[in-house]
Each structure stands twice: as C-alpha cells, then as structure tokens.
C-alpha cells in the first residue's frame, strides 16, 4: 500500500489547542493556520525542513513575484496537482521500486531497531534525561519519513563505512519564519533567478531535470564532482542505504502517539562513494578559508556550548577577509534582503552538536532582527562582536588570576574561566537576543554604546562575585590585582576612541 507525501494527511499541526494531521495540499491550498508539532524539536524542525525541500523540488516559482504570488495565498488545487504530476513516484514511502529516501534490495544481516533512525536516541550518553524512554520502538509514516530525511541531513552518519550528509556531520540549518507554517514554506523557497544569483551553482540549468540518488543511484566507489548534483537531487540526497522493513500492524507511534500503520526497523548497508566539492545547501550559510590559494568551504556548526547568537554574523551576514576567509549566508537569507528588506524578519536556528556519532545537544532556537537588517550587516557583525568582546576580556583576566605572569607574579591556582564563561552566557543571552530585535539602525551607535554599558557592567559583575571569595586570601592579592589592571585594560579598550574615562 502506498504512503505518499504528496497525498498523505501526514504533516502534524496544532492550531489553539488542536491536534491534526493535514496533507501537504491542504497546506498550501487552504487557510488552513497552525504550526509543527511533535514532542521532539528535532523532528518538528526537519519536518519543517522536509515540507520546504518537496515544496522547492514541485516548485520552483520562475522569479521574486512568482514567489511573491504563492506567498500571498493559498495555491489552487490545479495548480497543486499540476506540479505533482510528474513527481508522484518521488515521495511513496512504500513504493514498489524507488521507496521515498530508500533503495530496494538493502542486505543486512539483521534489522537495525527504528530508535537508531532517530539522532541522540540509541547512542547519547544523556538519553535518559533527553528522550522518554521507549521512543521510537516504531514509528508511523508520517515520522517515519521525517526521520529519514533528518538522518540523510543533519546527522553524523551511522559510523564506519556510511556517508553522510552532503553538509558534513551537523550542519547549522537556518529558516525564515512567517506569520504561518504555509507562509514559513514558502519564505524558504528560492526562485529560479534566486538559485542563478545566490546558489554558487552555475550547474543548474543543465541538471534540473535530474532524478534523486534513490531513483537513479550512483555507482559505489564512484567520485561525484558537487557539479553534478542538481538542486533536487541535492535536496533530496540520501547518503546512505536504508529500506525499511514493511510497516506490519496499526500500532501507536512512539514519536507523535498516531494509532497508525507503524515501521517497526530497517536494513541498512554500508556503501562508498566520495563528494569532492562543497554542494551549496539553500538552507546553510558557508564559511570559507583560502588554503595554499584555494578555497576550503563549510558549513557552520555547533562545536561548543557557547550560545547560538555568537554564531549570528555568519549566518546572516557576508564577509570576504580577502586572501584569508569569510563567510556567506545561507541563499534564502540573501534572497529574503531583496523579498523583506523592509520588515523585520524571524529566523529559526536548529542544529545538533556532535562528537563524531554522538548527539551531545539539539537546538531549536527564535531570532528575531530588526527593521532593517538587510542592509545593516555590519552593525549586527558589531553587536556580535562586542558580545564576543566582553566575553573574552572577563575570561583574559580571569585566567591571568589563574596562572599570574611567569617569574613575577604567583598565580591563584584557581580557575574560573569556564564556569564564569557560562555564567557570563546566561546572563547576556536575553540582552543579545533584545539588542538584535530592536536595535534602531538609524541610531545604531548609540545602541552599540548601550550594550557595551550593560555588557560591560555585566562583566564586572561576574569579576567580583567571581573572585569575592579569594580576596582575604594574601597569596592570591597580587594575582587579584594583575587580573582587575587586566580587566580594566580590555574594558578600557572596548570604549569608543577618544573616551578613556571609567
Ligand atoms: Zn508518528
């Protein structure tokens, strides 16, 4: 029996108090409100990301106002049906020949378990307090799908002989949001003029019309220049070799509680092949290095616990330290300047943070930017940067304290710097987060100015609270003081040139 999601009502919504699945029909052909909901933020936001990457590969509106036109209501259902037509064979989970993200003929020596298919569940050393246990026992189509496409894309691939996805292990990704789950789809659609001006991809008129590597797969062992892979093959890539096992009997899904068919486990191979290149993602901003004068690029990703709004200037801001590296942002990011240049915007951040298989954090975060974002890159890369600054003065000082100055002054021996670190974090979180939201542009100094005040007064507040306790402690006096010049130092810097009073 098929399961397609072109046709499925497989999409979980809540509106007021509601639960209800719906078809990806009835969301771009109705007024139809309402957001993703699944008890894990994870899978709400691949499902997000599942919905934009179907509603990109059936349309690819020709330019801005094409785009524009979906964006301001509902399709109609001819429209709809037009651009599945050729496309049904694409999104049949229990497809006879090419299963949706899966190969027929998969040979494995056992049946994985379904909770492997969800990140974090099986391997995480924090399972317990992150997931319920007995998640993902069998999961329903709908999820099922969802947790298919969020493995091929934004997880570490399941080990030793299995690829991963195309953006490396967990790639930040990066939406716009809208006023509702339709407009949010459509807001991180590309047009067609967009993909030719914001995707470094001068392939794509001769590979529009390719298949997906579950259709037409490639061959092991092979070598694949990114220059080959088209825009839906891209979005569509499934890195590995997975088939699911039938779903067997209606039974309760253990991700969103549906009393459903329900997929109890898959086979999965190993199978080689290599990417050279970098294949653009719409969804990802990219850093790059020059390296022996080449350009290395990647994807950002959440390597630390520092706050996801250190990461903010590279994921919407474009710099080219020429000769050294920068970063772009993500294609949607630089289409939407041109699309709500004149509007506040609201982005939603996820990713997951790794060691090497391991999920140690997931992430699922609301930005918002003020008014005039588009065009004031450079004060948003300032307030980042200040953030940044005072962080790195209050940890400078502190580790002096630690460890003194070699043959003149003795060290505390007491290190504060992570903890202090995370506390500074906490503290500055809502304020970066305001500062970003509201910030007038035309008066943007002196909004920097008054950060740099709360920021400021913030770092002397964890300095002193910090090392209260040491100071009756005569060896540690002279430690004390460097680290207060220290401080006092870098804060004095931090000030507008020509303003040097305390
Ligand atoms: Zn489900």
């Not at 894309?153 to 399941?158: E, F, R, T």
């Not at 499934?238 to 086979?267: D, K, M």
């Amino acid at each position: 029996m098929s399961f397609n999601l072109l046709s499925v009502a497989w999409i979980p919504i809540q509106h007021q108090g509601n639960y209800q699945k719906i078809s990806l029909q009835q969301l771009l052909c109705s007024e139809q409100t309402g957001a993703v909901c699944l008890p894990r933020d994870d899978m709400e936001l691949a499902c997000l990301q599942l919905l934009c990457a179907i509603t990109q590969v059936l349309f690819l509106p020709s330019e801005k106002n094409e785009l524009l036109k979906y964006l301001k209501k509902p399709i109609s259902a001819d429209i709809y049906k037009k651009a599945c037509s050729d496309k049904i064979d694409w999104f049949d989970l229990n497809h006879q020949k090419t299963p949706f993200m899966q190969i027929r003929g998969v040979k494995s020596t056992q049946p994985t378990p379904m909770d492997k298919l969800l990140a974090g569940v099986a391997d995480g050393t924090n399972k317990a307090f992150v997931n319920p246990q007995g998640l993902a026992e069998a999961l329903c189509g709908g999820c099922v799908a969802i947790a298919l496409f969020n493995a091929a894309n934004n997880c570490p691939s399941m080990g030793g002989g299995f690829k991963g996805s195309l953006r490396g292990n967990t790639p930040i990704t990066i939406f716009i949001k809208g006023r509702d789950l339709r407009e949010t789809v459509w807001l991180n659609i590309l047009s067609e003029e967009a993909v030719e001006e914001f995707m470094p991809m001068p392939w794509h008129e001769r590979t529009k019309d390719q298949l997906p590597n579950y259709m037409e797969p490639v061959k092991a062992d092979s070598k694949i220049p990114v220059s080959a892979i088209g825009l839906n093959r891209g979005l569509l890539w499934q890195p590995a070799h997975f088939e699911l096992l039938p779903p067997q009997t209606i039974g309760r899904c253990s991700c969103c509680g549906c009393e459903e068919a329900v997929y109890n486990g898959f086979n999965k191979a190993k199978f080689s092949y290599t990417i050279e290149g970098v294949w653009p993602h719409p969804l990802s901003s990219r850093m790059f290095s020059i390296k022996k004068g080449d350009k290395e690029e990647k994807f950002p990703s959440f390597t630390t616990t520092a706050p996801t709004w250190t990461h903010m200037s590279r994921l919407v801001v474009d710099q080219d330290d020429k000769g050294k590296g920068g970063h772009e942002a993500a294609p949607v990011i630089k289409q939407a300047r041109k699309l709500l240049a004149a509007y506040k915007i609201q982005l939603i951040i996820g990713g997951y943070r790794n060691n090497q298989a391991t999920i140690l954090e997931r992430r699922h975060e609301l930005f918002s930017l003020a008014q005039g974002w588009a065009e004031h890159g450079d004060i948003i890369q300032q307030l980042i940067g200040n953030g940044l600054a005072y962080k790195s003065a209050l940890r400078k000082a502190l580790y002096l304290f630690a460890v003194g100055v070699k043959d003149k002054v003795n060290g505390s021996g007491v290190n504060l710097c992570d903890p202090i670190e995370a506390q500074y974090y906490q503290q500055t979180e809502s304020l970066m987060h305001e500062s970003l939201a509201e910030i007038n542009f035309n008066a943007s100094q002196d909004a920097v100015q008054e950060l740099n005040q709360q920021l400021k007064a913030i770092a002397i507040g964890l300095f002193n609270q910090a090392t209260e306790p040491y100071r009756q402690e005569p060896k540690m006096l002279k430690a004390l003081a460097l680290a207060r010049r220290s401080l006092h130092k870098s804060l004095r810097e931090l000030e507008p040139e020509g303003d040097t009073h305390e």
